[in-house]
């Protein structure tokens, strides 16, 4: 999170209402528990949209846990917003009776998930060689694809859950590289990549379109390119057994003491 004070005053929006700030760590499970819990019962309000766009990339850097002790880009990237979504499915089914359409959940993934797969055998990478912030990075982005599919399977009518590639962005990403290098990067790769609002598109486009409400194009789709248009996922995200694994383990994870159990 950034100092809360630059944001201003988001009180006042006119026609568009107000806005709430709230404290929201995605990289700690109690931190999402208390998010959940104060919402359902301080907010009480439906959720038509749920954006999980929070993450890291560890650009080079060496192995780190979360206060969880999950790897730190499968426990930020996915497992955070895995029990976030769980959390608020009540009020995503509120917003599915208020309009009568399917809520939606948008994961905000890469195209790098193409280059992942998920390490059933050790998805926390903690055995000698297996960890790079590369492999970490492209697992943790290949959950969220196919959480996304597995979502919409489940809550089929109720929510909608897609995962969207925002495009090659200029954001803070290589802040665990040095100062130098960081400076270099940004002076040099912002006359290439996206600001931050054009690597909004896919996503603003997935939360509002009524193309995902039954156009054609969008049917059954679960990955949509940064051009708004669908994707092509890795094609590990069609494995059945394997995206039913990756909820179990999910699932099991995000349990209180869910890590201990996982490991027993």
Known sequence: LGDLGDLGDLGDLGDLGGAMVQVLDVSSLASVRAFANDWSESVKLPVHVLINNAGIFGMSA?????????????????????????????????????TGFPARVVNVSSKLHRMGRIHRDDPHLVEVGSFNSLAAYAQSKLAQVMFAKECSRRYDGVVRCVSVHPGEVLTDVVRSLPGAMQRMYKLVMRLF?????????????????????????????????????????????????????LWAWSAASTRPKGREEERR
């Open 193 to 245: 990549l996206l600001t931050a609002a054009q690597g909004a598109r896919s996503a603003v486009f997935c939360a509002t379109s009524d193309e995902l409400n039954g156009g054609e194009a969008y049917r059954g789709v679960f990955y949509v390119d940064s051009n708004c248009r669908p994707g092509s996922p890795n094609p590990l995200a069609e494995d059945a057994e394997l995206v039913d694994w």
């Open 62 to 98: 060496p192995r780190e846990e979360t206060c969880d002790g999950f790897e730190s880009h499968v426990g930020t990237n996915h497992l955070g917003h895995f029990l976030l979504t769980e959390l608020m499915l009540p009020w995503l089914k509120k917003a599915r009776q208020e």
